[in-house]
């Protein structure tokens, strides 16, 4: 039968790439812990661990393991922390993932609302690049919840939270600054602030000017959400970012992209949200998206 030390040993192995730091962090014997792992791999069917000569290598079935191995250990520790918050012995602690966009724009005013009504509740944020990073972090148990564009297939609970728009950012002195609306296609010969690969708002640009019958040139990459509307306004070129994030009394002249380019966010979690993540949805659908 597994048991969540097996699961532990495993992480921990993995984590550290040897058998002896790990059970010098585990502060058990090298013996005590190859057992262990051999006991776990007899209940697996199969072998999980590769000892090569330098580190340590998962096999096909150790993969697999893995990710539900550090959901059950995440679980447990909630379930502990759950518990003693219910004694009485210590204040909670909310964990949300969510992107990095997200952080920006959508959840500053949410997180305003809760610590008016959960002021001893703690908040930890997880951030991710891209959407895939940030469902595969919470398939595998990183927090109690995640904020982010709808996830497809997720077999958890999903709240959709609303409508997210995207608009178009350019200097003031930029030949497009004028009016309110554009299309996209007018801004095709144009080189880009971009995203970097990997970015999840580089996919949403991509498809949008895809959409529009081009692809877009960069003539700059960022890494930083933040940055796009800055360097768009400083005349590096067009940028396309969430309305949400620019600041009060931002510089550059905002043009909302005909047709729209949107995506829906929502929150959710691995199973039924517990009591803190429910009342933090709430909180996300009340205070909206902008």
Same mark, same amino acid.
């Given at each position: 039968m597994t048991t969540l030390r097996q699961l532990e040993y495993l992480v921990t192995v993995v984590d550290e790439g040897s058998f002896t730091r790990a059970a010098e962090l585990l502060h058990v014997t090298q013996p005590a812990l190859s057992h262990q792992i051999r006991a776990l791999e007899r209940s697996a069917g199969g072998p999980l661990l590769e000892r090569l000569p330098k580190n340590i290598r998962l096999t096909p079935t150790g993969r697999a393991m893995l990710p539900h191995a550090r959901a059950a250990l995440a679980d447990a520790q909630r379930a502990n922390c759950a518990a003693r918050q219910a004694a009485g012995l210590e204040v909670g602690e909310l964990q949300? %993932? =969510?992107?990095?966009s997200i952080t920006l724009g959508v959840l500053p005013a949410a997180l305003k609302t809760w610590r008016k009504s959960y002021p001893d509740v703690g908040i930890r944020l997880f951030e991710h690049r891209h959407t895939d990073e940030l469902v595969e972090a919470m398939s595998a148990g990183e927090a109690d919840l995640a904020v982010g564009p709808e996830p497809s297939n997720w077999p958890g609970t999903t709240r959709v939270l609303g409508i997210e728009e995207l608009v178009v950012v350019v200097s003031p002195d930029d030949p497009a600054a004028h009016g309110t609306t554009i299309a996209l296609k007018d801004l095709a010969d144009r080189a880009w602030v971009h995203y970097t690969p990997g970015h999840g708002l580089a996919d949403v640009l991509n498809r949008a000017c895809a959409q529009a019958g081009f692809e877009p040139r960069a003539a700059v990459h960022t890494e930083q959400t933040a940055a796009a509307p800055a360097l768009a306004a400083a005349g590096l070129g067009p940028a396309l970012v969430p309305a949400n994030i620019l600041p009060a009394g931002f510089e550059g002249h905002v043009l909302r992209p /005909? *047709? *729209?380019?949107?995506?829906?966010? =929502? %929150?959710? =979690?691995?199973?039924? *949200? /517990?009591p803190l993540a429910a009342a933090f949805i709430e909180v996300l659908t009340t205070v909206g998206l902008e």
């Open positions: 949300i %993932a =969510t992107l990095y /005909d *047709p *729209p380019v949107c995506r829906t966010l =929502t %929150a959710y =979690t691995r199973g039924e *949200p /517990d």
